[in-house]
């Protein structure tokens, strides 16, 4: 009997110990200095203004700004991160594209031709509605916008930052 009193409080001091320490993150290492091999991660979610816009609705995680629920807003970026799009306004209706400064596709969800769809390091996946890829620098390079390929208004820049 003694021993099922002492398991029970150390059984969840424990539980608890181990939901603590799965919750926090640490973003230094053993000296406090920058834990460069956590990349950052983030959810961009885009909806649409009909055919005039897209809007940033929603960024869940880290390495990812744009100013929410505005118009076509610029979209910034970290280099090494992962980065998903989920576009609610429907990959058949308005095709999200990715494009270069010189409106050339990179990759996205229309038919045309893409020039980053198989690159390893990128490893790019598109899933329905879904676009999820690492920003590698020589994308971070290339990255200017995205567009829908349906609607040319619906555009907007992106950036990458340090």
């Known amino acids: 009997m003694k021993t099922k009193t002492l398991f029970i409080p150390t059984f969840i001091l424990l539980s608890i110990a181990l939901l603590i320490s799965g919750c926090s993150s640490s973003t230094t290492d053993a000296n406090g200095e920058p834990d460069i091999n956590i990349l950052p991660e983030a959810v961009i979610t885009l909806d649409n203004n009909g055919a005039q816009s897209y809007t940033v609705t ?4 880290e390495g990812a700004w744009a100013e929410l629920n505005s118009q076509n807003p610029i979209i910034t970026l970290v280099p090494g991160g992962r980065y998903t799009f989920v576009n609610e306004s429907g990959a058949t209706a308005h095709p999200l594209d990715f494009r270069n400064g010189n409106h050339q ?7 045309m031709s ?7 390091e990128i490893n790019l996946v598109m899933e329905g509605d879904l676009i999820t890829f690492t920003l590698t620098e020589d994308l971070a390079s290339e990255l200017a916008d995205y567009v829908c390929s349906f609607h040319p208004n619906m555009r907007g820049t992106i950036e990458i930052t340090d």
């Open 105 to 111: 596709k990179l990759f996205g969800q229309s038919r």
């Open 58 to 61: 929603s960024i869940e995680g």
């Open 114 to 120: 893409d020039s980053f769809n198989d690159v390893e």
